[in-house]
């Protein structure tokens, strides 16, 4: 058996974007990791007779639109064009590709980043794009003088709002996702330029739109508004309550109707899960489906080798109004159903691991989009995700092998789980990977690897770095300990208490690791985690000198600093720690690792990212600088051009690296020489 090696991820298809027509038509976005281009490769497949067939080759499709039996999708392809885009000037072109043989034909373009589009009829649609006003401010007519207007402005930064940039997206002061109504050859914004839209959807058969958003000039609140555009242009504020509500999803269910997910967030703050209702937005008609706050409405299960697919997927409805959608329960995700008449909440799935995203389907003997069955990109077990199509009484049935090849023949170390109880009397689910070639009489050296979050989960399916460390000669331990997701909101909520019950949990987990396999060298532990996987990396290093090594991921260690510096700082500080600023000081500091960093002792790694926005390189240096001034060793490694995604979706040759990295600073001393 091969082993798994440091860029086995290149072997898998990353299939995401679910799409049918109105005609049960299916297709979807396959990507692949080149390192030969140190990029991914992201072309349109069809689903036909069950079987993926790649209908693109341009390697840059990132988004597509059924219009009837066509697809319309952007793609930058002139050469023209192309130089154009890289003088950093916003073009989208529009590709429509036809059923049969035959090239993609242009369709329309527009000067701007479009991020969404929803198609009323040929000529007439919806979409949202990125407005920026410096961009607005640009001649038109004159490229050249654009070019280098713009090349001006980028030599300086002007900050007047917050947050002023963004994980993923750069520097993103006074830009916002705006909507746009397009009709007859004619471009007409719906939205004003400081509205930011998150989400929109048509409402079928009617040429209206519901969108969520919020507006702002100086600073973001975390609440957002409901707005329905009708079909004369007039926009009117339907949210489910006057201020200070966050809607998360929703769907059309009849005349004027909508199931709406959403939350006050005053019993567990911003983690709070949405609850559901049945809403007339035109009578101001509410009832309550479920207010448990037990129901996430997504997958936060974690793998390295997924893509597309996270939080607020498509909700789907089929013909008797009955609503799916995807939910995390425990250590898997699965598909779930509202019955608005009965008020009542089923799990569809049998299986356990990851669904990252479905939509409504045939029966084998119907047409494809019927609704009778679903077709969901899944994770079971070991293998890659697949294609799967998913009864409603929960049978299933893989459709695709597209990445078989990535498993077969190399040596997996299946993930063993089991449980224990913590102080509170929860149960906690952890698991061991093995090491490649076990032999019960040696002794191994083992890697703590702790999830971000905190509010998501680990669960069995693969995980590329984890296999690969297996097969370095290390076993792997991971668990879900308070405050991760699946539990309910209760569990989740360690608001005011990072680096307790979350600490004790996972220290808890790596003594009875010990004790069931005493196979693993004690003296020869060592501890890893991104985001709040990395918080708790820093952390552990100041609170226990049980580690011999430590690599301290994306990480944060001052949650003064990250207050004032980071997307989500300004609110999310003072959310989970329970205090602000200037009032709480004291509680910030103390659960800072960097108040700690004196004790720590364990040769530390740092990897962090120059625009990771979300827990900004600051956290990183911090921590990195201080054990360096107390004459701990320790190294960091900061990626150029990569984000708080690193691990996930970095350029490939630089998640390679990161790898390498950290296999390097365990191997230094962790293995026996």
Same mark, same amino acid.
């Given at each position: 058996?091969?082993?798994?090696?440091?860029?086995?991820?290149?072997?898998?298809?990353?299939?995401?974007?679910?799409?049918?027509?109105?005609?049960?038509?299916?297709?979807?976005?396959?990507?692949?990791?080149?390192?030969?281009?140190?990029?991914?490769?992201?072309?349109?497949?069809?689903?036909?007779?069950?079987?993926?067939?790649?209908?693109?080759?341009?390697?840059?499709?990132?988004?597509?639109?059924?219009?009837?039996?066509?697809?319309?999708?952007?793609?930058?392809?002139?050469?023209?064009?192309?130089?154009?885009?890289?003088?950093?000037?916003?073009?989208?072109?529009?590709?429509?590709?036809?059923?049969?043989?035959?090239?993609?034909?242009?369709?329309?373009?527009?000067?701007?980043?479009?991020?969404?589009?929803?198609?009323?009829?040929?000529?007439?649609?919806?979409?949202?794009?990125?407005?920026?006003?410096?961009?607005?401010?640009?001649?038109?007519?004159?490229?050249?003088?654009?070019?280098?207007?713009?090349?001006?402005?980028?030599?300086?930064?002007?900050?007047?709002?917050?947050?002023?940039?963004?994980?993923?997206?750069?520097?993103?002061?006074?830009?916002?996702?705006?909507?746009?109504?397009?009709? @007859?050859?004619?471009? &007409?914004?719906?939205? +004003?330029?400081?509205?930011? %839209?998150?989400?929109?959807?048509? $409402?079928? =058969? *009617?040429?209206?739109?519901?969108?969520?958003?919020?507006?702002?000039?100086?600073?973001?609140?975390?609440?957002?508004?409901?707005?329905?555009?009708?079909?004369?242009?007039?926009?009117?504020?339907?949210?489910?309550?006057?201020?200070?509500?966050?809607?998360?999803?929703?769907?059309?269910?009849?005349?004027?109707?909508?199931?709406?997910?959403?939350?006050?967030?005053?019993?567990?703050?911003?983690?709070?899960?949405?609850?559901?209702?049945?809403?007339?937005?035109?009578?101001?008609?509410?009832?309550?489906?479920?207010?448990?706050?037990?129901?996430?409405?997504?997958?936060?299960?974690?793998?390295?080798?997924?893509?597309?697919? @996270?939080?607020?997927? &498509?909700?789907?409805? +089929?013909?008797?109004?009955? %609503?799916?959608?995807?939910?995390? $329960?425990? =250590? *898997?995700?699965?598909?779930?159903?509202?019955?608005?008449?009965?008020?009542?909440?089923?799990?569809?799935?049998?299986?356990?691991?990851?669904?990252?995203?479905?939509?409504?389907?045939?029966?084998?003997?119907?047409?494809?989009?019927?609704?009778?069955?679903?077709?969901?990109?899944?994770?079971?077990?070991?293998?890659?995700?697949?294609?799967?199509?998913?009864?409603?009484?929960?049978?299933?049935?893989?459709?695709?092998?597209?990445?078989?090849?990535?498993?077969?023949?190399?040596?997996?170390?299946?993930?063993?789980?089991?449980?224990?109880?913590?102080?509170?009397?929860?149960?906690?689910?952890?698991?061991?990977?093995?090491?490649?070639?076990?032999?019960?009489?040696?002794?191994?050296?083992?890697?703590?690897?702790?999830?971000?979050?905190?509010?998501?989960?680990?669960?069995?399916?693969?995980?590329?770095?984890?296999?690969?460390?297996?097969?370095?000669?290390?076993?792997?331990?991971?668990?879900?300990?308070?405050?991760?997701?699946?539990?309910?909101?209760?569990?989740?909520?360690?608001?005011?208490?990072?680096?307790?019950?979350?600490?004790?949990?996972?220290?808890?987990?790596?003594?009875?690791?010990?004790?069931?396999?005493?196979?693993?060298?004690?003296?020869?532990?060592?501890?890893?985690?991104?985001?709040?996987?990395?918080?708790?990396?820093?952390?552990?290093?100041?609170?226990?000198?049980?580690?011999?090594?430590?690599?301290?991921?994306?990480?944060?260690?001052?949650?003064?600093?990250?207050?004032?510096?980071?997307?989500?700082?300004?609110?999310?500080?003072?959310?989970?720690?329970?205090?602000?600023?200037?009032?709480?000081?004291?509680?910030?500091?103390?659960?800072?690792?960097?108040?700690?960093?004196?004790?720590?002792?364990?040769?530390?790694?740092?990897?962090?990212?120059?625009?990771?926005?979300?827990?900004?390189?600051?956290?990183?240096?911090?921590?990195?600088?201080?054990?360096?001034?107390?004459?701990?060793?320790?190294?960091?490694?900061?990626?150029?051009?990569?984000?708080?995604?690193?691990?996930?979706?970095?350029?490939?040759?630089?998640?390679?690296?990161?790898?390498?990295?950290?296999?390097?600073?365990?191997?230094?001393?962790?293995?026996?020489?």
């Amino acid at each position: 058996m091969k082993p798994i090696a440091i860029d086995h991820f290149c072997n898998y298809l990353f299939p995401s974007s679910l799409k049918s027509n109105e005609n049960g038509r299916i297709a979807f976005i396959g990507k692949r990791a080149s390192l030969e281009d140190n990029k991914y490769l992201s072309d349109l497949y069809l689903l036909e007779n069950g079987k993926p067939v790649k209908l693109t080759a341009s390697g840059g499709i990132q988004a597509f639109y059924w219009l009837g039996d066509s697809l319309v999708f952007p793609d930058i392809r002139k050469e023209k064009d192309k130089a154009y885009t890289e003088k950093k000037l916003p073009l989208s072109v529009l590709q429509r590709l036809s059923p049969g043989p035959g090239e993609a034909q242009e369709f329309v373009r527009f000067a701007m980043t479009l991020t969404d589009m929803a198609f009323v009829s040929e000529n007439e649609f919806f979409f949202t794009a990125v407005y920026d006003p410096r961009i607005e401010r640009l001649p038109a007519d004159d490229e050249e003088k654009a070019t280098k207007t713009l090349k001006e402005e980028n030599e300086y930064i002007v900050f007047d709002e917050i947050p002023f940039w963004r994980n993923g997206e750069g520097v993103t002061n006074k830009k916002r996702n705006r909507l746009y109504h397009y009709s @007859g050859g004619t471009t &007409e914004a719906v939205t +004003d330029p400081f509205t930011d %839209v998150l989400k929109f959807s048509l $409402i079928p =058969d *009617s040429g209206r739109v519901i969108f969520i958003s919020t507006r702002f000039t100086d600073k973001m609140d975390t609440s957002n508004e409901l707005f329905l555009h009708e079909k004369d242009g007039s926009l009117k504020n339907i949210s489910f309550e006057p201020s200070g509500f966050d809607h998360q999803n929703f769907i059309s269910a009849g005349a004027d109707t909508i199931v709406l997910q959403g939350t006050d967030r005053k019993e567990y703050g911003l983690n709070q899960n949405g609850d559901f209702f049945l809403y007339n937005y035109v009578t101001g008609e509410k009832t309550v489906i479920d207010d448990s706050h037990n129901h996430n409405g997504y997958n936060s299960v974690g793998s390295d080798v997924k893509m597309g697919g @996270g939080q607020g997927p &498509e909700w789907q409805i +089929d013909k008797t109004g009955i %609503v799916y959608f995807t939910e995390t $329960i425990d =250590d *898997s995700s699965h598909i779930m159903s509202i019955d608005p008449g009965t008020r009542k909440l089923s799990r569809i799935t049998a299986e356990n691991g990851l669904v990252q995203e479905f939509i409504l389907s045939g029966g084998p003997d119907t047409n494809e989009g019927s609704g009778d069955s679903f077709i969901a990109i899944a994770m079971r077990g070991n293998d890659g995700p697949e294609l799967y199509r998913i009864e409603k009484n929960g049978r299933e049935t893989r459709l695709t092998t597209m990445n078989a090849g990535a498993i077969e023949g190399y040596a997996v170390s299946t993930p063993e789980s089991f449980t224990f109880r913590n102080e509170a009397g929860d149960e906690i689910r952890g698991w061991i990977i093995k090491p490649s070639g076990f032999d019960p009489v040696a002794q191994y050296p083992v890697i703590l690897d702790i999830h971000g979050g905190p509010k998501t989960v680990y669960g069995s399916v693969f995980f590329h770095e984890m296999q690969y460390w297996a097969s370095c000669g290390y076993a792997v331990i991971f668990c879900n300990p308070t405050g991760s997701d699946g539990k309910g909101a209760k569990f989740a909520d360690i608001r005011g208490k990072y680096g307790t019950v979350d600490y004790n949990d996972i220290m808890t987990f790596v003594d009875k690791c010990l004790e069931r396999n005493p196979w693993m060298d004690a003296d020869r532990l060592g501890v890893t985690g991104g985001s709040y996987g990395g918080f708790m990396t820093n952390w552990v290093i100041g609170h226990t000198q049980r580690f011999k090594a430590a690599a301290a991921q994306r990480s944060i260690s001052n949650w003064l600093s990250l207050s004032n510096t980071t997307d989500i700082g300004y609110y999310f500080s003072q959310d989970q720690i329970g205090e602000d600023l200037w009032s709480g000081t004291d509680k910030l500091w103390w659960h800072s690792p960097l108040k700690y960093a004196d004790r720590v002792r364990t040769p530390t790694l740092f990897i962090h990212s120059d625009e990771d926005y979300r827990c900004w390189m600051a956290e990183g240096l911090q921590m990195y600088s201080a054990l360096k001034y107390h004459g701990v060793d320790a190294r960091m490694c900061l990626f150029r051009g990569e984000n708080h995604e690193l691990s996930r979706s970095g350029l490939p040759k630089h998640r390679i690296r990161r790898l390498d990295e950290i296999m390097k600073w365990f191997d230094k001393y962790l293995k026996c020489t």
